[in-house]
Each structure stands twice: as C-alpha cells, then as structure tokens.
C-alpha cells in the first residue's frame, strides 16, 4: 500500500532553514506528481509546493515563493523540500502528498495520500 513518511522537523529561530523529507514507498513514484502541504493550528490545510513527475516544473503558494525549494529523487523515492529564511507565520505541521496524475497541482483534491505530517514551529 501507499506510505508516505515525513521527517525533518523541528524547532527553529526566525531566519533558520530546515529541509524535510519524504519517503514514500508502495507506488511507482516517478509516474506521479508530488507535493508538500502545511496546516497550522485552527487554519485549513493550505497548499505549500509540488512537483511533477520528473521533477522538470515545481509550483509554490506566493507565500514561500523564492524562500522554499521542492526536489525529488525518483531513484530514491524521496521528495524534499528546503525551507530557507523561515517566519514564525511558518509554523505548522507539514504534509506530504502524492498526486492523482504526473504534473503539478495546487487544490487539495488532486491529491489522493497523504503522509502523518511533521511539526515545524519557527520563533521569533
């Protein structure tokens, strides 16, 4: 079956970077989209980056544009993502997903699993 594994998160200072990372395993991982999702306390899940099959266009939420990076490793079965100069406004529990199709997409519902999630609280 599908599993989609988070890790990477933490407790960081304003201005920090973190990188998490998703293993995913269960599918044929190079045929599908990915994409990273986050959700803070009270707030609906919001739509963070993806990723197309193989990895040739990404797309961001204009929140982290330019502060964020997704990459995948089809070899690996990995999808990252490198969080630069984080904000306390990024504080939330991070998602994994794995597309319905190949290319990239930003509405929840084109995605059909999702990981656990993993913590990330910035402090200012």
């Known amino acids: 079956q599908v599993q989609l594994i988070e890790s990477g998160g933490g407790s960081v200072q304003a201005g920090d970077s973190l990188i998490l990372s998703c293993a995913a395993s269960?599918?044929?991982?190079?045929?599908?989209?990915m994409g990273w999702f986050r959700q803070a306390p009270g707030k609906e899940r919001e739509f963070v980056a993806s990723?197309?099959?193989?990895?040739?266009?990404?797309d961001y939420a204009n929140s982290v544009k330019g502060r964020f990076t997704i990459s995948r490793d089809n070899d690996k079965y990995t999808v990252n993502l490198q969080m630069d100069n984080l904000k306390p406004e990024d504080t939330a529990t991070y998602y994994c997903?794995?597309?319905?199709?190949?290319?990239?997409?930003?509405?929840?519902?084109?995605?059909?699993?999702w990981g656990q999630g993993t913590q990330v609280t910035v402090s200012s």
């Open positions: 990723i197309n099959w193989n990895g040739q266009y990404t």
């Open positions: 997903a794995l597309a319905r199709y190949s290319e990239t997409y930003t509405n929840r519902e084109a995605y059909s699993h």
């Open positions: 269960g599918f044929s991982f190079s045929g599908y989209a």
